[in-house]
């Protein structure tokens, strides 16, 4: 009898665990933080280029004349509630952020607002650049008609960091020996502190 009653629990067992099937819900382990997630943390930036239409380059830590171009104010810190601090000029600024579909964009932090292309970001990296300028379309990178605001900026910090790489400025690069840039974008790379 004893017998009989182990297997008929056995079997009771075999037929509940044969009756229960795969789910087909398709469940994934829990993904990734998203973008805005990863974005909110503090930041040290010290690797900015700026890419022509025909060459990559590297801006230095420490510029040729000696000055730095990295110190204190290479940290950007994100918050979750949508804004960020900067230092600018040994003070602390602050401003507002969103970040949507790779478009970075600050807000107040040179009373007005820049967007950034996010090359890349994960926990560790953040690498984004500004948009792509054209210099053949006006005659002054500074000329309001031909350029946007931003277009503006953009260029005009690219060619400023050119300009001091330029061996007539202290520099090391002759320019007279590279290709006229008909396009500059600047590139900015970061880690997470």
Known sequence: MRINYFLAIIALFTLTLAGC?????????????????????TWVFNDVSV???????????????GGGLFGDENVLVFKKDGTFTAMVNKVPKTGKWALQDKKLTLTDLFKGETTWTVNTLSANDLAFSTIAVDLRKGKSINDSKAYSAEEGWAGEMSLLLLTMLDKNYGGTIDFSKE???????????GKAK
């Open 51 to 65: 890419q022509t239409d025909a060459k990559k380059y590297k801006i230095p830590a420490v510029l040729p004349t």
């Open 21 to 41: 099937s795969k789910s087909d819900d398709n469940v994934s382990p829990a993904t990734t933080s998203s973008p805005a997630d990863l974005l909110v943390r």
């Open 179 to 189: 290709p006229e840039p008909k396009s500059v974008q600047l590139l900015v790379n």
